[in-house]
């Protein structure tokens, strides 16, 4: 029994440092299938709670459509539960090389292999395509499973200024010498909600040969004309060398990512990414659940229109109450409150009003930043968003911050 | 020596302020205040050597001797010499 006293008092002491800086994580626990209105117990141990879902990544609402369901079920009678092995020994179904050549279709790339998760994906794919003789240059606001990535890669790294392409080229300029360069931005910013000048980042990267990685994670399904993602919307389908994605979020929300894009790289994961090496992939029923997915996707656009026509009345419907919100047209809307506490309490008061929207502050974004990050999703109809409107704007008016300016708000309650 | 801390600080306030409000001076502490984060203190070396034609061998660019405009300075100077 190693587990002596004294080290358990060094684990409180620790934890308790953390609860007393307010950034103690608590789970809720849901007690309903995930949709647009879930089953919330909050505080533990209350009865659950009926309310209006305004934070899940589940952007297309097929978490719980009875399509993914029917296809899930059928994954596992035809293809059992586990494989109880890692890929290149005995746990690789056809689905799973089905799924991988029906994702390599949907993003318009040569080659795709699957990952236990996004984060494993991007946690993984440095350390097998790059050495010391190369270089990452990314953007400051990728998301943190990209850095433990690049900290696992031999590879120097560097950041750019979020979204400036000016610095980006400096940048580009400064590392020339290196063997092979590296660009690494996210497709959408999660925090922010905006979107990546991929555009302007593939011109860059071809006058300074380098290669472009982007993680769609939070664009895969919807973002573009046809839901391809980013480099759909930005006019550069095929241009991008590596995509990561996640078919944790609009993907069918359960679990599972890959890495897809240039063959040579897919091969170089598939003989030396260490997550795929060394952990089982994506359960059978998860995999055809995704291909049900992209299936339906494939097929219909009416899913992602609704989805942004849901998003355009949303910002119309805040703006004109007069909230702060931060620019961009994604399905990722932060509503900016800028104090912590303000944020923790208006959480709190839509929660009241049936409103389930999580307050984002220090560390999870910038000092001074704090905000009420809400998403939409296909799974909302007008009457969820107008119901969530009309608590939004009861909230913002028990606070005073309607039709306020992010220097009045900041003056009333600091940053 | 003066005009080596002035092009440090002028880079430092380039490549890593988004916020004028925040003010750097020779003695500012870079990385523990969080102005300047390990990753980025590649560039920052990188830019060291082209523009002095200097190599800094890696076990002499610690956080340590990077923590401030002044000690980036001092380290710098012991190279050009």
Redesign the interface.
């Known amino acids: 029994m190693a587990y002596s006293k004294n080290v358990r008092e060094a684990y409180q002491g620790t934890l308790a440092t953390i609860k007393d800086a307010g950034l103690f994580k608590q789970e809720r626990f849901i007690h309903s299938v995930q949709d647009a209105e879930i089953e919330v117990e909050f505080p533990a141990g209350a009865a659950p709670k009926r309310v209006i879902n305004m934070c899940a990544n589940n952007y297309l609402g097929l978490s719980s459509h009875p399509d993914v369901i029917k296809a899930a079920h059928e994954g596992l009678d035809s293809r059992g539960y586990g494989l109880s092995s890692v890929r290149f020994i005995c746990g690789t179904q056809d689905i799973h090389r089905e799924l991988e050549e029906k994702v390599s279709e949907f993003l318009g790339t040569e080659d795709t292999i699957l990952f236990p998760s996004c984060m494993d994906a991007n946690a993984g794919v440095f350390e097998a395509i790059l050495t010391a003789e190369d270089v990452m240059i990314s953007d400051r606001l990728v998301h943190a499973s990209i850095i433990d990535g ?1 900290r696992l890669a031999p590879a ?4 750019f ?2 979204s400036n392409m000016l610095h980006l080229e400096q ?1 580009l300029q ?2 020339s010498d290196k063997r092979i360069k590296v660009v690494i931005t996210d497709g959408v910013f999660s925090m922010d909600g905006d979107t990546a000048k991929l555009d302007e980042m593939v011109a860059l990267c071809e006058k300074y040969d380098a290669m472009l990685f982007v993680d769609e994670s939070h664009s895969s399904g919807f973002i573009g004309k046809t839901g391809r993602g980013t480099h759909e919307y930005c006019g550069v389908l095929g241009k991008i060398d590596i995509i990561t994605t996640t078919f944790g979020k609009a993907l069918g929300g359960a679990s599972g990512g890959c890495v897809s894009g240039r063959k040579e790289l897919v091969e170089m994961c598939r003989q030396k990414a260490r997550p795929y090496l060394f952990s089982n992939t994506i359960a059978p029923v998860v995999v055809s659940g995704v291909l049900s997915v992209l299936d339906t996707l494939s097929k219909s656009t009416e899913r992602r229109d609704k989805l942004e026509a849901n998003t355009a009345f949303w910002r119309k419907g805040l703006t004109e109450a007069g909230f702060v919100l931060k620019d961009g047209n994604t399905p990722i809307v932060p509503v900016m409150l800028f104090n912590a506490k303000l944020a923790q309490d208006f959480s709190r008061d839509l929660f009241d009003e049936g409103i389930y929207a999580i307050g984002f502050f220090f560390p999870v974004v910038p000092n001074g930043q704090a905000r009420i990050r809400t998403q939409i999703s296909a799974a909302h109809d007008i009457h969820h968003l107008e119901k969530a409107l009309t608590a939004f704007r009861k909230v913002g008016e028990k606070h005073g911050i309607l039709g306020k300016t992010k220097q009045e708000i900041i003056e009333k309650y600091g940053a | 020596m003066e005009n080596l801390k002035e092009v440090i600080l002028q880079y430092v306030i380039n490549e890593y302020l ?1 916020d004028d409000s925040v003010e750097v001076t020779f003695e500012t502490p870079l990385l523990t205040k969080g102005i300047v ?1 390990s ?2 203190m ?2 920052l070396k ?2 060291l050597e ?1 523009k002095y034609e200097i190599q800094i061998p890696d076990d002499r660019a610690t956080p340590e001797a990077f923590d401030s405009v002044s000690k980036i300075a001092e380290l710098v100077d012991e190279f050009i010499d």
């Not at chain 1, 120097?156 to 950041?159: F, K, L």
């Open positions: 690049m120097i790294h560097d950041t200024k979020h940048k400064l590392h | 988004e984060d990753f980025s590649v560039s990188r830019f082209s």
